[in-house]
């Protein structure tokens, strides 16, 4: 299912267990590993002797079977803290909003395994000849939950939103400013975006100043923002206001009936839904801790999950009242390091040359330091596993497979250090600058389930063990919005911090590494970044194999660079309870969606 897949690289993500940060949510119409496709009617017992798992062990669908009894289906959203609750595609910044935003929203267009744009979601695509012009056309039976009609103004008016000097979201970067007429809107000298022509009450077309290959793979932004119910509401109010956070609307399977602050939302049917009435009549989502997420499956306290917890899934693989799917997810895991700050008025990354981890030896050191395989197995089973570069594997034409990434070489670690000029001067085991000052590393870690303290704590001892005083933030995990905010407002206490990415159906990673990119973290950029981002966007990109040649520099170079050291690939793990059918995880399966989900008897199965 999971037909959620043109977010660019946008959210922070929720990755239960260890530390996160995302730009990009979810990616519901698109493929896992490739060749893998297994027997959706026939579901495998996941149960390993080993307890190590890989993605051969599990489905990606759940076929329709039996009867569809309406009925009530509980979804458990994992995590630890309440969700933020921007419910619009505009403004959030969490995975856990996108979880609950896609239950009833969705973006405009579908893609296939590849993340090339299909004629099967709510509007087609249609480039012009120089790939400079997109004509966009809404389908006519798709509708907004009040019964308008999803309009082109509607797409528009999102652009205009996000376009705006007032606009306080995220989003704003240079694939907007790449559309004519953005720069004059955004600095306020033109009232509208002269890039946007109505055609008529479904069609619009939108012209870009450069033609790039990302933008018919999730370089444009696929979602539409209803004009006629924000009307009377300011921009600079939008993200705060009812019709984000109390009773948002959207054209997807399911309409908010209510929300529960951070806790839960309930969702009626859209009889009106553009693929079809859904088959259950009402979908809870609810936030379950993932320290109790397993008993909560186990009890039929709730149906499904959003995602399950990798350290927790070994012990629960013989959970008997469930179906167990698996794929490959598009994010990864890292170590940021605070190279600089964001300049909000100007939207620019500024690198501070003299930041603590400004010197590329000791990040590397830091990379080299900690055994991610072994992490991966003994903390998560085997379902995180060593990452290599920043593009992950899910990103199946560009994940550059013969690079090796990083071996673990703790000696290696602290020859790199020692050449650097970072000895241990007084004896106390613990390295000093080349400057002869002491050096603490101090590191921010987020708050998950019961293992994020152990990972935090395995970490920090294998730096300790090749001599960097690295210490725990404020002495704790942090509470994840805190957390959050800290990372974003460049918390000059913050030294190097443990995070991940959902990415999204766009490969090109000027969204999280370009000087114009709020999802830059680190705050890095350099000369060579730019020209490969900008080698990636250009004419010759247009051809396959060159755009390929240049990601797998890019790849290569940020590991050279790196202003952030990838450190775990993983799996999406989604258990469904047995009375659960009609559902997958398959990217590009366009057989299935959420109004597919029926329920085959009246109450859950137990375990």
Known sequence: MKKLSIFKWLAVSTLVVTTTLAACGNDRNTSSKPGHEGNPKEQKTIQREDGIYSVDDFELTKETEGDNLGGTLKVGIVASSAFEGTLDFQFYG????????????????????????????????????????????????????????????????AHEVIGHKDYDGPRYDASFQNIVGMAEYHSGEADEISGFEIIDDKTVRLTFKEATPSLMNGGI???????????????????????VRVKPIGYGPFKVESIEPGESVTLVKNEDYWRGEPKVDRVVLKVVNPDVVAQALRSGEIDMVNTFPSSQFADNADMNNVDWLGRVALSYSYIGFNLGTWNAEEGQINTDPDAKMADVS????????????????????????????????????????????????????????????????????????????PLEIMFAARQGDATAEAVANYEMQAWRDIGLNVQLLDGALMEVNAFYDRIQEDDPAIDMYTAGWNVGSDVDPSGLFGAEAQFNFPRYIDDRIEEL?????????????????????????????????????????????????????????????????QLNAEEPVVN
């Open 362 to 437: 000791l990040r590397k050191a830091v990379r080299l330091a900690v055994n991610y395989e072994e992490l991966g197995e003994k903390m998560y089973s085997g379902l995180r596993f060593p990452a290599t570069t920043v593009l992950p594997p899910a990103y199946r034409l560009f994940h550059d497979e013969s690079n090796p990434g990083f071996s673990y070489d703790p000696e290696k670690a602290k020859q790199i250090l020692a050449d650097a000029g970072y000895e241990d001067k007084d004896g106390d085991g613990f390295v000093e600058t080349p400057e002869g000052e």
């Open 94 to 157: 969490i995975s856990t909003d996108a979880d609950i935003i896609e239950w009833f929203n969705e973006s405009l267009f579908y893609t296939d395994e590849d993340f090339q744009v299909t004629e099967e979601g709510p509007a087609t695509i249609e480039a012009s000849e120089d790939k400079k012009t997109y004509t966009v056309t809404i389908k006519e039976n798709v509708n907004w939950h009040d019964g308008e009609p999803v309009k082109a103004e509607d797409f528009v008016f």
């Open 221 to 243: 932004w696929f979602y539409a923002m209803a004009k006629h119910y924000f009307e009377g509401v300011e921009i600079a109010d939008m993200s705060a206001s009812d019709q």
């Open 533 to 597: 981002i900008t080698e990636g966007l250009s004419d010759k990109a247009f051809n396959l194999d060159y755009r390929r040649e240049v990601y797998n520099k890019f790849q290569a170079y940020i590991n050279e660079v790196l202003p952030l050291a990838p450190t775990l690939y993983s799996l999406d793990v989604e258990p469904i309870n047995k009375r659960v059918s009609g559902y997958s995880i398959e990217r590009g399966n366009n057989d299935y969606g959420y109004h597919t989900i």
